[in-house]
């Protein structure tokens, strides 16, 4: 243990301080040509022509590609998991969104390329856009996708859902109804490196990219499936990456390259512009989460209902995960014992959204602790009571009904109120994370503590789930 | 490209500005031809030009082709403040007459201050009111800015530091021999500076600084942008012209006028 | 056009209106300015340009006749760290390394104007048109603090060393 409390050089510090350090754009080879693309300059329309040999005629210019240049040219980010494939690489007769790659050119400079683009001929009827997630049911709205705006996670169910306990009763028995709307915007992630890559096909006919993905066997995956070549056909490079905060998940510049390299023969490069990297790349996705909480006057959470809204943009990406992800996470650090949630996936004509630092997590935390404020405001209460009495403890059970073995919510709260110098009363300074008894355990508790649990930790050492837990 | 080495042939080869791409610093022109945005017939380049001159006096003179960074040395405020944008390289490199064309950060500055702009272009030399000029700025060559040095001045923006946007607002304000002068920028992007007479009226008439303020919104057409609401850009204005004017006030009592 | 490019004279065969981060990146192969932006705004392509850094990726060739450029590869190799180096590593100023090689120049061109030891806020001044994405910012400050005072933490622990396997 050498290491532990060791101040360890970077391995890459020195490389980084020299400059040394090479980036996918460091990169250079003999005969390497540049991409460039044609976007679409509209949030929807039909593509009713498309014309390239104007392009392919015009100085430095070796290959232009459109969707018919790719094997396989749609594919989904997440089809390993389950979700249909619906994302095409290059567009085919339609645009879904502004910025979607439509064709690209490779040619021996980047200025050949960019004039080589504006050659292009491209018609659009253009078609209104859907951008109001809150409309998904509204009738009369345009048509993101052939089979609705709204995904469905089931061929019954469009909502991911979960259900815990008896929320009716919950209701009903409430004191106080607390409701609140919290609508977190869309945030690009905005690496200093714009995403980039760089494909050569080899002699023995695999192909080399190097690419500034954050995961780099997913985009092998998805870069195989495009291509239609087996994963042992592809060497991936990476591992140097000019920041990527989720934004580098999406896999576009890897696969278009590669079908750029293996027509036009030669090493190619794509170096998005930094305006590419802003409008065209994956956002954090926009949210519109209304939560209500069954209260009882002294600040109980009985109950909570909620209904989410994810706004997909115009491709799912990884926003089914996304929501999953979200909603197992709208009770907080907090007990709740009635749970109805539900998350939808909305499909827009906005760029499609995708992972940034906990995505679809931390949309929810926004909402929640947002909302445990404005309960606390309704009840008159300290909003630092509120939390403490219904953090999580030993015993507890989350929405998914995992009972919960180490929570460690009341710790972080007593250390955050030391850290702010909010001095708490000294009967909240001493709660610990232990198992509720007394005071604390009020009948409605009592209940969802009995509840049978599958406890994942228990799972896998083999042994029996929390003691005393059911 | 021509690389004119006077201010004679600078003009002669600008003549009425058809066709011709002006590079002075290259903060404005250089990412537009490197992103495909604008290709050039004929470039004018500035940089051996001899108008980067400054003449300091009662009266600033500075050359259109001088760089913030030199302006910001010298200049008196609100000028100097609006100098400040927005970080060290990019004073060292943009120019004032770039500046002045694309709605930038010195206009409110020079209209509170009288300034006056020597420019070339069709029709030949004119000397125009700062406002005038900025009303219809293209197809000129500004060859230098004149800027009559007030009592005392002060600029105030909102802006995220060191950005490069246009900013969500900007003040200018000058004491000069007439009275206080009041100017706004960044009420849209790239929208020309605006004088605000009714502020201007109001504090000649003798109203507290406070109340004067107020009377802002009467001169001035917020428009929604990406960065701020009208709605916003209107609730906010009054509060900076207010700390703008406090601000002159305090430099007027350290300095016994008034 | 002909400049001086970390010592070396270079003659640039691009057009008037090629920036300078094209000409460096492209032409001599030095690939340590960064096409960031392009726009001038994130300070990933500075470079210093007679002495003062600038953007690289602002700088056209037709501006360049006669100047001296510096890049990030004359600041110091392996073996010859300089001061702002050294204190980048040690102080952990770099993370994802795309926004140091501009940080370094800014910096190295802060301390020669300052001559002596700078303040915090004179390089939030400085520095404050070099976007770090990571958000380093303040082992950045550290760094460049620390390396204007000539202050250096020493040898990183050996034992890491040994762990690693490499020598800074």
Known sequence: MKAVGASIPRYDGVAHVTGASRFVDDFRLPGMLWAKALRSPVASARVLRLATARAEAMPGVHAVITHADVPKNVVGHQEVWGIAADEPLLAEDEVRYVGQLIAVVAAETEGQALAAVQAIEVDF??????????????????????????????????????????????FARADVIVEGTYRPGAIEQAPAEPASALS???????????????????????????????????????????????????????????????????PVKWRWTREEEMLCSSTRAAWHIEIADALTRDGWILGRRTLTLHDAG????????????????????????????????????????????????????????????????????????????????????????????????????????????????????????????????????????????????????????????? | MVVPSSATAAIAAFGDGAGIT??????????????????PHRVLVLRAAGLDGIEDGATLVVGGAATLAALAEVAPEPLAGAARIPDYEIRGQATVGGNVMIGGDLQPALVAL????????????????????????????????????????????????????????????????????????????????????????????????????????????????????????????????????????????????? | ????????????????????????????????????????????????????????????????EGAEVTTVEALGDRSHLSDVQVAFNEHYAAQCGFCTPGMLLAATALIKRKGGPVERDEVVEALGGHYCRCTGYVRILDAVVAASRGERLGAMAPSALEIRGVAP
């Not at chain 1, 995961?215 to 000019?242: C, D, P, Q, W």
């Not at chain 1, 909240?428 to 005071?439: H, K, L, P, S, V």
Request: charged share 20%.
């Open chain 2, 114 to 258: 009288g300034a006056r702009v020597r420019s070339a272009g069709a029709g030949g030399l004119r000397v125009d009111p700062v406002e005038d000029f900025i009303a219809a700025p293209w197809g000129r060559l500004v060859l230098s800015l004149e800027v009559p040095r007030p009592q005392a001045g002060a600029f105030l923006q909102q802006r995220r530091r060191h950005s490069h946007t246009h900013p969500v607002l900007s003040v200018a304000v000058a004491r000069r021999a007439d009275g206080v002068h009041v100017a706004v920028g960044g009420l849209a992007e790239r929208a020309p500076a605006v004088a605000c007479p009714s502020v201007e009226r109001a504090l000649a008439a003798g109203a507290p600084v406070r109340e004067a303020a107020e009377r802002v919104v009467e001169d001035v057409q917020p428009q929604d942008d990406s960065l701020a609401s009208a709605w916003y850009r209107r609730r906010a204005l009054p509060v900076l012209v207010a700390r703008a004017l406090e601000r002159l006030e305090q430099l007027d009592a350290a300095e016994g006028r008034r």
């Open chain 3, 1 to 64: 056009m002909k400049f001086v490019v970390n010592g070396a004279q270079h003659t640039t065969v691009a057009g008037p209106l090629t920036t300078l981060l094209y000409v460096l990146r492209e032409e001599l192969g030095l690939v340590g300015a960064k096409a960031g932006c392009q726009h001038g705004s994130c300070g990933a392509c500075t470079v210093l340009i007679d002495g003062e850094p600038r953007r690289s990726c602002l700088t056209v060739v037709a501006t360049l």
């Open chain 1, 200 to 266: 050569v096909v080899e002699p023995d006919g695999r192909v080399t990219i190097y690419s500034t993905s954050q995961a780099l066997y997913y985009s092998m995956e998805i870069t195989s499936r495009h291509l239609r070549m087996a994963t042992g056909r592809l060497k991936f490079v990476g591992g140097t990456v000019g920041g990527g905060f989720g934004g580098k998940l999406d896999t576009l510049t890897e696969p278009v390259t590669a079908v750029l390299a293996l027509k036009s023969g030669r």
């Open chain 1, 314 to 470: 115009a491709y799912m990406r990884t926003s089914a995960y996304a929501c999953s992800k979200h909603t197992f996470h709208l009770a907080g650090a907090y007990s709740v014992p009635a749970c109805a949630f539900n998350t939808f996936v909305v499909k827009t004509n906005h760029v499609p959204t995708a992972a940034m630092r906990g995505f679809g997590v931390t949309s929810a935390s926004f909402a929640v602790e947002t909302h445990m404020n404005r309960v606390a405001e309704v009840l008159g209460m300290s909003p630092w009571e509120l939390r403490l009495k219904n953090a999580n403890r030993v015993g507890d059970t989350s929405p998914s009904r995992v009972a919960y073995a180490n929570p460690s919510t009341v710790s972080t709260l007593l250390a955050a109120a030391q850290a702010a110098g909010v001095d708490l009363p000294e009967a909240q300074r001493a709660m610990t994370n232990a198992r509720r008894e007394g005071a604390l355990l009020p009948a409605h508790l009592v209940e969802q503590q009995r509840e049978p649990v599958a406890h994942l930790l228990a799972w896998r050492e083999g042994r029996p789930a929390l003691e005393g837990g059911h």
């Open chain 2, 22 to 39: 002006v590079l002075a610093g290259g903060t404005v022109v250089t990412p537009l031809v490197t992103h495909g945005a604008l290709w």
């Open chain 1, 125 to 170: 009827e253009e078609r209104p856009a859907f951008l109001d997630m809150r409309q998904a049911w509204a009738p009369d709205q345009p048509q993101v996708a052939p089979d609705g705006n709204v995904y469905f996670y089931y061929p019954d169910q469009p909502q991911r859902q979960i259900r815990k306990g008896d929320v009716a009763a919950a």
